[in-house]
Every structure is written in C-alpha cells, then in structure tokens.
C-alpha cells in the first residue's frame, strides 16, 4: 500500500512555503526515527528544499550538499537531521564505511540525495521525494512525494489536509 503526493510551483518561494508544511507534518514522526530520499536530475532542488526545511526548524547556519563528506548532521531540538548526498558514491559498500546504518533510527530525520546510488544498503524510505524542473516557469518544479511506510502514508495523508488549506 501507498499513498502519493503531487505538487507544482511555480517559484522558489511556493517551495519553500511547502517545505515548512512539510517540516511541520515530519516533526511527530521524528521521535521514532524518519527518512526521506530526494530524487531528481542535478540541479532540481533536492538541496534546496533541504535548506528549506531546516530553515523551517529555525536552522540558520550554512546549508550545502555533503558531496564530499556524504553526511552532514544538524542537531535540533527536534533531533538529528542527516543530510546524506550519495552523488559521489563509487559503490554502495562505501557506506558501511561512514556507519550510515547509526544514522536510522529513534530521534533521526534521515535525508538522502541520490539515493539509487546506495539502493543496494539503504532501507526503504518512510517517503521517496522527486523533484522534477519544469518549462512552465523559471524556478517552476514539479513534486511528487510517494509514503511507502505506514507512517510515510500516514504524513502524506497529514500533508494531503494540509495542502488543502
């Protein structure tokens, strides 16, 4: 079973206001551990709406893609947020060497970038993100979230009512 989202902008400040919806929605399910994979070609905005959900958790340090690092960890009093960037992935083993499997969990909110890249290691996600660009406007996309986990379907159907808003 599973429940999809879909969603058009048509500016960065459309997505932004959907990122603090969606911050919003995520915060309860953090507690017993949560993971989103963003997906979409370079240049999408999966770190974009990244920052923008950070921001929406009053995070107002630097946020950037840990190409290089693969993970960065903001701690929020809501938890830890673990921003994963699997771009630069030469094999999926490379991430039994940074113990990605520490980062699931109770009090976590696991946010993966390129996850196809690990999909031999990863668990499921809670909910899969695509982020598609459009020709319809400059900074337009297009968002189609998809909850594969009881409580990914259930955010969505939160986010659902939210939207309708």
Known sequence: MQEKLEHFFSSEAETAAFAVQLAQAI????????????????????????????????????????????????TLPIGNICHFDL???????????IGFRD?????????????SCGEKLLPLPDVALLLQTTQEAFCARRLSLVGSSQRGIELLRIMKESVKK
């Open 27 to 74: 915060e309860p399910f953090i507690a017993e551990g949560f993971s989103i994979y963003l997906s979409g070609e370079l240049g999408a905005g999966k770190t974009f709406f990244t920052r923008q959900l950070l921001r929406a958790w009053n995070y107002s340090g630097v946020v950037k893609s840990p190409t290089y690092g693969l993970v960065e960890i903001y």
């Open 87 to 97: 771009y630069r992935l030469n094999a999926a083993e490379e991430l039994e060497d």
């Open 103 to 115: 980062y699931w969990g109770p009090g976590q909110l696991c946010l993966v970038e390129w996850p």
